[in-house]
């Protein structure tokens, strides 16, 4: 499976963007989609996850309440809407998926989408 990120962009902080995550190749079922992050000079961190069919959802807690996904399976594709953005938010962006597998981690990474946050 190949994933490719897009959506990111340079915008104000109270500003809002939506991320998009595109899956192509094999299909797969039981696994989990995640968005993660990583700042410069820091390592990459969780954001949020959901699982295949849109239920449960997980949020990192620095954007509770700011920050959705979302899946759209006829299109493979997941989405981060991000609302109330702020500084500390700018990072490149990853999704990745992890099949719902004993020992399996969250893999399948593309090059991500940049999101910059002004103050």
């Known amino acids: 499976v190949q994933l490719q990120a897009s959506g990111g962009g340079l915008v104000q902080a109270g500003d809002s963007l939506r991320l998009s995550c595109a899956a192509s190749g094999r299909t797969l079922s039981n696994y989990r989609m995640g968005w993660f992050r990583q700042a410069p000079g820091k390592e990459r961190e969780f954001v949020a996850s959901?699982?295949?069919?849109?239920?449960?959802?997980y949020y990192t807690d620095s954007v509770k309440g700011r920050f959705t996904i979302s899946r759209d399976n006829t299109k493979k594709t997941t989405y981060l809407q991000m609302n109330s953005l702020k500084p500390e938010d700018t990072a490149r962006y990853y999704c990745?998926?992890?099949?719902?597998?004993?020992?399996?981690?969250?893999?399948?990474w593309g090059q991500g989408t940049q999101v910059t946050v002004s103050s």
């Open positions: 990745a998926l992890r099949p719902l597998l004993p020992g399996a981690s969250f893999g399948s």
């Open positions: 959901i699982y295949w069919n849109g239920d449960s959802t």
